[in-house]
């Protein structure tokens, strides 16, 4: 998905406004911090900054009296740019051998817990704990989720997993059974926005809305590319008479190989926003996903049977969940659109 493009964000980044107190009360209890916790909320409101923040502070030297980090130690200095000995982020990414060149994979293997319990092992280099942040947790696959368990039964001492998970329902009840479970704060829209804006992100609010509210995403949104390829789409499906699939298929595979599942990736990301939008509109509310196409989604809303619209919707979400295997986005894209336009056929 369109999300799943930040596949390297930076290590270290500031805690929004709207995860500011929630992390304050959770480091006042500090001495009693879990040696498991598990942070769930929905995809793009800032739950990985959130882990990271937790990290520093455990691994800061001189923390403040409030538990959080003083931002000024040796420590602090590590997490910061990425290269604290005793903190370990473990994502679905594989890179080259020097370490550069990310690319998003679909699972976190066997073979990154085994590491990770390596590392469990091991002294602390700066004498204060050892840290690992396992982002999103549901990726682990069955054999990665069963190596982790006997970690988190009986963590060596000073020992810290912090887990991260997008969709908690996906992950093992006997995972979750050993974490302290931490739910986001969602953002307040007035704070979303004001971070969006910080970002330099131009027209924050429709970014914001194009994102149900979920800012990291909306700043993944901002992508110009992505933007252009939003209007040159619904502009298309504003118009189902007139929508060509095939065209759109070439579009996509007019991109490079590595590009093209991304490309796919953001049309069924839009169809999704778009066909919610055609059902709320079409019972009489507003659109959230794209406020700036009222106009276009109530001529729409009118047209198109509800039952149609949910079958549609069904299947688009079928088609995300396969969007990591081997696909030939060209003719997937094409698929789909194809089917959307059949839903106004005369």
């Keep these: 998905m369109i999300e799943a493009r930040e596949t390297a964000p930076p290590l270290w980044q500031p805690l929004p406004a709207w995860q500011r107190e929630a992390a304050a009360a959770a480091l006042q209890a500090r001495a009693r911090w879990p040696h498991a916790l598990l942070i769930t909320g929905r995809r ?71 590491e990770l319990i390596e590392f469990t092992q091991l002294s602390t280099h700066r004498q204060r704990a050892k840290v690992a942040v396992i982002v999103p947790a549901e990726t682990l696959n069955t054999a990665a989720e069963n190596a982790l368990l006997k970690t988190l039964e009986e963590p060596p001492a000073a020992t810290y997993l912090i887990l991260v998970s997008h969709q908690p329902g996906r992950l093992a009840a006997t995972i979750i059974s050993r974490c302290r479970l931490l739910a986001s704060p969602e953002p307040d829209p007035d704070a979303a926005v004001a971070w969006l804006s910080a970002q330099g992100v131009p027209e924050p609010q429709l970014l914001l809305a194009q994102a149900g509210c979920a800012p990291l995403l909306a700043l993944t949104l901002a992508d110009p590319i992505v933007q252009r390829e939003r209007e040159l789409l619904l502009d298309e499906l504003a118009q189902p008479e007139r929508l060509a699939p095939v065209a759109v298929g070439a579009r996509i595979d007019a991109y490079g190989k590595d590009e093209r599942k991304a490309r796919l990736a953001d049309v069924v990301y839009w169809l999704l926003t778009w066909t919610s939008d055609l059902a709320v509109v079409g019972s009489g509310g507003a659109p959230r996903f794209n406020p700036d196409r009222e106009d276009a989604l109530a001529l729409l809303g009118a047209r198109v049977a509800r039952l149609k619209l949910f079958r549609y919707y069904q299947t688009l979400l079928g088609q995300r969940a396969l969007l990591g295997h081997p696909l030939q986005p060209r003719l997937v894209a094409e698929a789909l659109l194809f089917e959307y336009r059949a839903m106004f056929a005369r």
């Excluded at 800032?46 to 691994?59: D, T």
């Excluded at 290269?83 to 976190?108: A, C, K, Q």
């Design 44 to 114: 793009g409101i800032g739950k990985r900054i959130l882990a990271l923040h937790f990290a520093q502070a455990l691994l800061c030297e001189q923390p403040n009296a409030d538990g959080s980090a003083c931002g000024r130690c040796p420590s602090c200095t590590y997490v910061v740019n990425g290269t604290h000995p005793d903190l370990r982020l473990i994502e679905p990414v594989e890179r080259d051998d020097e370490g550069n060149n990310p690319t998003p994979v679909d699972t976190i293997v066997v073979d990154r817990i085994r």
